[in-house]
């Protein structure tokens, strides 16, 4: 028998952890070899060697099959709106800015109220948010200096570091990328600080 790829198993437990907190169940077999670009077989077959290797848990009732992340996870679960674009004067959670929900273990959230914003541009690169990835969002209406928060200025949000400027007496907005400068207002309104980023497999 071919000895198992310890890479492979890998690359399927982090995707059933991601699919796992992005959806609150389990990937199928056949979901997990189109993520992965395998075959059903195959995938199953590395199901069964990772639970004989104490890698997962076949043995759940309620979700088959369950990885260590997700044994150390509260399965209680709350759905968080992800909103797209939002208007001036217009609330964040309102009707027509929710494009979807997603389900969350309120364990890794704690408490509060929570949106989600699918980030837009690469500003925050070195912030490891990446055009495409969801951010978690606590609603907030302030911040501490250092937070990266969910701002909206001149009828636009922006995701940003939160600074003032004392100086200048005015607030600097500081974007995670190298090749952009740092932005200036008087006045801003602070929306939320951001908590978590939630990434698609590449």
Do not use: W
Not at 31 to 48: D, M, P
Not at 52 to 74: E, F, H, L
Not at 171 to 177: K, Q, S, T, Y
Not at 183 to 201: C, H, P
């Amino acid at each position: 028998m071919r000895t198992k790829s310890i890479e492979l198993m890998k690359k399927i437990e982090s995707y059933i952890d991601d699919f796992f907190i992005k959806n609150n169940r389990v990937p199928t077999v056949r979901e997990t070899a189109n993520a992965l670009q395998t075959s059903k077989s195959r995938v199953s077959s590395y199901l069964c060697e990772m639970k004989k290797m104490g890698m997962i848990d076949k043995q759940d009732k309620k979700y088959g099959v369950v990885t260590k992340a997700m044994s150390r996870i509260n399965y209680d679960t709350i759905s968080i709106p992800v909103v797209g674009t939002i208007a001036c004067g217009t609330p964040i959670l309102a009707e027509e800015n929710i494009e979807d929900y997603l389900a969350m273990p309120k364990e890794l959230l704690g408490k509060g109220e929570f949106f989600i914003l699918r980030a837009s541009g690469n500003s925050m690169i070195n912030a490891g948010v990446e055009d495409g990835d969801y951010v978690i969002i606590r609603k907030e209406e302030s911040a501490q200096e250092g937070q990266i928060i969910v701002a909206l200025v001149d009828n636009e949000v922006t995701l940003k570091r939160y600074y003032i400027d004392k100086d200048k007496q005015m607030i600097r907005l500081h974007p995670e990328n190298n090749e952009m400068e740092d932005m200036y207002f008087e006045n801003i309104v602070i929306q939320g600080v951001a908590v978590r980023v939630i990434k698609e497999l590449k």
